[in-house]
């Protein structure tokens, strides 16, 4: 920001001798280093194709897109189509599921890896540590198609799932799938489940560099193990995990619409169409590609502002930020 | 190591407090009912996979055990002509997918850990941006049709040719090399490119087979791109033809025949079988990628403690 904010120098008649220095510096530069230039090439092609090129189309959000006038023929229309996505009926649907789904994920995902570590890092026993490190790692592996069939599975009418939780209620459902008041639990403890083991790794990295003699100090006290937990472990940890929090508010707005995409029906769309989705479905099912980029902007700008935020609290409030 | 461990363990074992008892009781127990709660849907497959249909079918509940026994599903899924032609596409599209990764993730990590180079932060800055900001899908599936992506093998290379956390991370490994090495080798008067190829790369076996391992497992596992860019169902990958055999959510896929195109003969022809496909396709699409990991766990550990490192 403050970069902006300099003013440019100027140099009207050329009697700073810095531009001549920058050119031969490059010169230079370039001759000593040109095979290294020349590796880079296709790395910033791929950059400049793949990820600029989407967003310098994000200018087709501005006009009237019609794939057989193409980019430049187009009409503009202005924000005709942040307007329609903000007084249309589904903004408050779509918003809501993205925001409800990733307060279940933070409040469960985010937290769970974090508990499987600290009662890991308890134990003592190898073995049964590795068994258990293993076998929860295990369902990271498996592809998400896979995943998600595996939860189509278990939540049909007989599936393993249904049968559990109308045994426990009494109540006797059918494919829960169908349950709009059901989505949320589903996707969160079907991602838990896959990636609790994997997300643990980074906080048990951490905990491995702990310094043992802050316990050392605390068993000399006689200071006992959930307290341990709680005032030594938690806190010597907590850098990892602001800044994987960071992360994953972050990455609020965009999360997982794959997976979302693979479990959804229309019974459901209620609870479980978020923004992500509703752009795919929008954009390449039915074909309104402007309306679509704009909703797809609207999210990715929300998105970089919530990353931004909690960026600029995590340094005001601890040392620990990505900037 | 042992003999100084030792001594220290069985002390503490002694001075074991009540609380701290019933804690470690407390703890084995959650940790062994969620590694039997993580197992138990890998275990139903493989039961269900091999169980008898009709049996199947009828059962309810949990399964701890297969219910008689069969091959005939996974005789199905062998003899299916869609589901094999899936097999070799995703093949092809990890290997060839593989390679490209590596081979770019490698230019891009050596250029930015170059320390003299004029301009490796202009480079840093066009890399990083795309880690926050991006076009979003319209945009860059448009593209991908301007440029000829659609419907064409290299849709499933070129798009994901690149991933920036992998640049980061090999990057970060290509650092820790001890410049005195690469100075050596300057005197001896290699070139950049034998520098890299005799120094850098040997040096670095542990990190390029982590991230070699993260593309192989995202490439295996890959579908999205599939979906939405190619068209020709002699293109599929495997997890494209899994979608349609096990998620039959979407009105507008096309799900040829029964179970995704798995040709089952009229005598068979009867929803036990298609579900008892639907559990041998799962294990023989998850088996390899499955099989990869135990041996090569350790190295993946490592990868995330390296990108744990940068972050």
């Not at chain 2, 093998?153 to 640049?167: D, G």
């Amino acid at each position: 920001m403050e970069i902006l904010r300099k003013p440019r120098e100027m140099d009207p008649v050329g009697l700073n001798p810095k531009p001549k220095n920058t050119k031969r510096l490059i010169q230079k530069d370039l001759k000593k280093n040109w095979f290294v230039y020349l590796m880079a090439l296709p790395v910033v092609a791929w950059f400049l194709i793949f990820c600029y090129g989407p967003m310098w189309g994000v200018m087709i959000a501005f006009k009237d897109f019609k794939p057989l006038l193409g980019f430049a023929d187009s009409d503009w229309v202005g924000f005709k189509h942040f307007i329609d996505f903000f007084t249309g009926p589904y903004f408050w649907r779509v918003v809501k599921n993205t925001l409800l789904l990733n307060v279940w994920g933070i409040a469960f995902g985010f937290t769970a890896p974090i508990i499987l570590a600290l009662l890991l890092n308890e134990i003592r026993s190898s073995k049964f540590k590795r068994t258990v490190q293993t076998i929860t790692y295990m369902p990271h592996f498996i592809s998400l198609v896979v995943v998600c069939g595996i939860i189509h599975i278990f939540t049909a009418n007989e599936g393993v799932v249904t049968q559990l939780l109308s045994f426990i209620t009494g109540k006797d459902y059918s494919s829960l799938l169908g349950y709009s008041n059901l989505f949320r639990p589903i996707y969160t403890f079907s991602g838990i489940w896959q990636s609790i083991g994997w997300d643990s790794i980074i906080y048990l990295a951490a905990m491995s560099g702990i310094d043992p003699s802050l316990y050392e100090a605390a068993d000399i006290d006689g200071v006992g193990r959930v307290k341990k937990m709680w005032y030594i472990t938690l806190p010597q940890i907590s850098p990892v995990i602001i800044i994987l929090f960071i992360f994953a508010i972050g990455g609020l707005m965009s999360s997982g619409y794959e997976k979302i995409i693979l479990l959804y029906n229309p019974l459901i769309y209620d609870t479980a169409d978020v923004i992500a989705s509703y752009v795919y479905r929008r954009g390449l099912r039915e074909a309104s590609l402007s309306y679509s980029t704009a909703v797809g902007l609207v999210s990715s700008i929300v998105n970089f502002g919530l990353l931004w935020m909690t960026n600029t609290i995590a340094k005001r409030r601890s040392e620990s930020s990505l900037w | 190591m042992k003999d100084i461990m030792q001594p220290k363990a069985k002390r503490s074992r002694k001075h074991k407090s009540i609380g701290d008892r019933v804690f470690d009781w407390t703890n084995y127990t959650v940790l062994t009912a969620l590694t039997l709660v993580c197992f138990y849907p890998i275990l139903h497959i493989l039961f269900a996979s091999v169980s008898d249909p009709g049996a199947l079918m009828a059962h309810k509940g949990v399964l701890l055990k297969p219910l008689g026994f069969t091959l005939d599903g996974y005789k199905l899924v062998f003899k299916d002509n869609s589901l094999l032609n899936g097999y070799k596409n995703t093949i092809i599209y990890v290997g060839l997918g593989t390679l490209v990764n590596m081979v770019m993730t490698i230019l891009g990590a050596y250029v930015l850990s170059r320390r003299d180079l004029y301009f490796k932060n202009f480079i840093m800055i066009v890399i990083t941006i795309t880690m926050f900001f991006g076009g979003g899908l319209i945009p860059w599936f448009l593209l991908m049709k301007d440029i000829g992506l659609y419907n064409n093998l290299w849709a499933m290379i070129l798009p994901t040719a690149l991933s920036t956390w992998n640049i980061i991370i090999l990057r970060t490994g290509f650092q820790s090399i001890p410049k005195e090495l690469e100075e050596a080798a300057v005197i001896d008067g290699a070139s950049q490119f034998s520098i890299l190829v005799t120094v850098i790369l040997p040096l670095s076996k542990a990190t390029l087979a982590v991230i070699f391992l993260y593309y192989l497992v995202g490439n295996w596992n890959s579908w999205f791109n599939a979906m939405v860019l190619l068209k020709d169902r002699e293109l599929f990958p495997l997890q494209l033809l899994m979608k349609e055999i096990l998620v039959a959510n979407d009105a507008t896929a096309t799900t040829i025949g029964s179970a995704g195109g798995v040709v089952i003969n009229s005598a068979q022809s009867s929803t036990a079988f298609r579900e008892l496909v639907k559990y041998c396709a799962i294990v023989v699409s998850t088996v390899p990628i499955l099989l990869v990991y135990p041996f090569l766990q350790k190295y993946f550990v490592k990868g995330v403690y390296v990108g744990s490192i940068k972050g």
